[in-house]
């Protein structure tokens, strides 16, 4: 794809993902790993409110970012 569509795809992800987090603080679950059920780190939360995995996790499938 062209770089504009590029910017394009890479700002629906980034709006998913808030969305996402969105939902799970309006069903009670946000800041606990969608994988574990464990609860997510402060410093992750801090650094990206969307995350969704805690480290453990995010290291175990190999998407450490």
Same mark, same amino acid.
């Given at each position: 794809?062209?770089? #504009?569509?590029? /910017?394009?795809? &890479?700002?629906?992800?980034?709006?998913? +993902?808030?969305?996402?987090?969105? &939902? #799970?603080?309006?069903? /009670?679950?946000? /800041?606990?790993?969608?994988?574990?059920?464990? #609860?997510? /780190?402060?410093? +992750?939360?801090?650094? =990206?409110?969307?995350?969704?995995?805690?480290?453990?996790? =995010? $290291?175990?499938?190999?998407? $450490? #970012?």
């Amino acid at each position: 794809p062209p770089p #504009r569509e590029l /910017g394009l795809q &890479s700002y629906a992800q980034k709006l998913a +993902r808030i969305e996402a987090a969105l &939902s #799970r603080m309006e069903k /009670g679950c946000y /800041g606990f790993c969608l994988t574990c059920e464990g #609860r997510i /780190g402060l410093h +992750r939360l801090e650094a =990206d409110p969307a995350e969704a995995m805690c480290e453990t996790c =995010d $290291v175990d499938k190999g998407c $450490v #970012r």
